[in-house]
T-cell receptor, first 114, second 112 residues
Framework: NAGVMQNPRHLVRRRGQEARLRCSPM?????VYWYRQLPEEGLKFMVY????????ESGMPKERFSAEFPKEGPSILRIQQVVRGDSAAYFC????????????FGQGTRLTVV | GENVEQHPSTLSVQEGDSAVIKCTYS??????FPWYKQELGKGPQLIID?????GEKKDQRIAVTLNKTAKHFSLHITETQPEDSAVYFC???????????FGSGTRLSIRP
């Protein structure tokens, strides 16, 4: 049973480009969370999704950021017109149920904006 | 508001000694308190969790305690080993807001 799979592991984008980060949850998990981690800092909640629904996006910037979790395929975190301040590690976690069920993290995508 | 405070931010202990990390949370409705270990360059790994219906839980050298009245919970690692060196995060669920909020992390170093 494979764990949470994130790709790519490393992503370099020039300012103004788009970044697409993918997350495939563990088998049987229908809940996905995205977190951002700056160097030497903690994990900041961004968004919580279930299949085809955004449940809580209170931690996601209102502009340039979007997330989806379609019926088929991985969850996608999209950052448009990236800026240097978007450089961070982005982690995805999945769980089999709502908050209160164990959540397992992927290895993260490290985004560098140059 | 939604807040989890974690102390200390760094902790250095002699190999074989115990390490304790403490957290407090603000939402009295929180019921689930996981702990994660993050090694350099890797994602956080769930190491133990506790729910509000119990006060203590143990798993080999790791134990967690929960005081719901005081809104405190702690991680205890006994007989520390070099491989315990990592950053540890506590977390609490905010059910009303459907998310898990993390503490700021504790960098644990084990001295040989």
């Amino acid at each position: 049973n494979a764990g949470v799979m994130q790709n790519p592991r490393h992503l370099v984008r020039r300012r103004g480009q788009e970044a697409r980060l993918r997350c495939s949850p563990m088998k049987g998990h229908s809940h996905v969370y995205w977190y951002r981690q700056l160097p030497e800092e903690g994990l900041k909640f961004m968004v919580y999704l279930q299949k085809e629904n955004i449940i809580d996006e209170s931690g996601m910037p209102k502009e340039r950021f979007s997330a989806e979790f379609p019926k088929e395929g991985p969850s996608i975190l999209r950052i448009q017109q990236v800026v240097r301040g978007d450089s961070a590690a982005y982690f995805c976690a999945s769980s089999p149920g709502a908050v209160g069920a164990e959540a397992f993290f992927g290895q993260g995508t490290r985004l560098t904006v140059v | 508001g939604e807040n989890v405070e974690q102390h200390p931010s760094t902790l250095s202990v002699q190999e074989g000694d115990s390490a304790v990390i403490k957290c407090t949370y603000s939402d009295s409705a929180s019921n689930y308190f996981p702990w994660y270990k993050q090694e350099l360059g890797k994602g956080p790994q769930l190491i133990i969790d506790i729910r509000s219906n119990v006060g203590e839980k143990k798993d080999q050298r790791i134990a967690v305690t929960l005081n719901k009245t005081a809104k405190h919970f702690s991680l205890h690692i006994t007989e520390t080993q070099p491989e315990d060196s990592a950053v540890y995060f506590c977390a609490a669920d905010y059910s009303s807001a459907s998310k898990i909020i993390f503490g700021s992390g504790t960098r644990l170093s084990i001295r040989p």
